[in-house]
Nanobody, 115 residues
Framework: VQLVESGGGLVQPGGSLTLSCAAS????????MNWYRQAPGKERNWVTV????????NYAESVKGRFTISRNNIKNTVYLQMNSLKPEDTAVYYC?????????WGQGTQVTVSS
């Protein structure tokens, strides 16, 4: 299993970013996909999930209405569209999948929200 995140960067408060996670090594269309984030000095927290077919999503309260998860089952890629970014969204963002009771993580991509 390999997960490779991209798309992070520095953005001003109120701005937008789209993260991508390219997946390989497992049957992507069979698995729900998650995004987590970890701020400096804090634990890693769940952000959002999308079902294998992409027909249902769920979000942490802190990002509901601002973030949108989606997936392309042809490209084996999951996305995180982030709007109205706040300084408290600053974190390393990780893609996650649980395959046969094992959690797999990407290397993460840094998102910094600052003026």
């Amino acid at each position: 299993v390999q997960l490779v995140e991209s798309g992070g960067g520095l953005v001003q408060p109120g701005g937008s970013l789209t993260l991508s996670c390219a997946a390989s090594g497992f049957p992507f269309t069979n698995y729900a996909m998650n995004w987590y984030r970890q701020a400096p000095g804090k634990e890693r927290n769940w952000v959002t999930v999308i079902t294998s077919a992409g027909d249902s999503t769920n979000y942490a309260e802190s990002v509901k209405g601002r973030f949108t998860i989606s997936r392309n089952n042809i490209k084996n890629t999951v996305y995180l569209q982030m709007n109205s970014l706040k300084p408290e969204d600053t974190a390393v963002y990780y893609c996650n999948v649980r395959v046969r009771n094992t959690n797999y993580w990407g290397q993460g991509t840094q998102v910094t929200v600052s003026s």
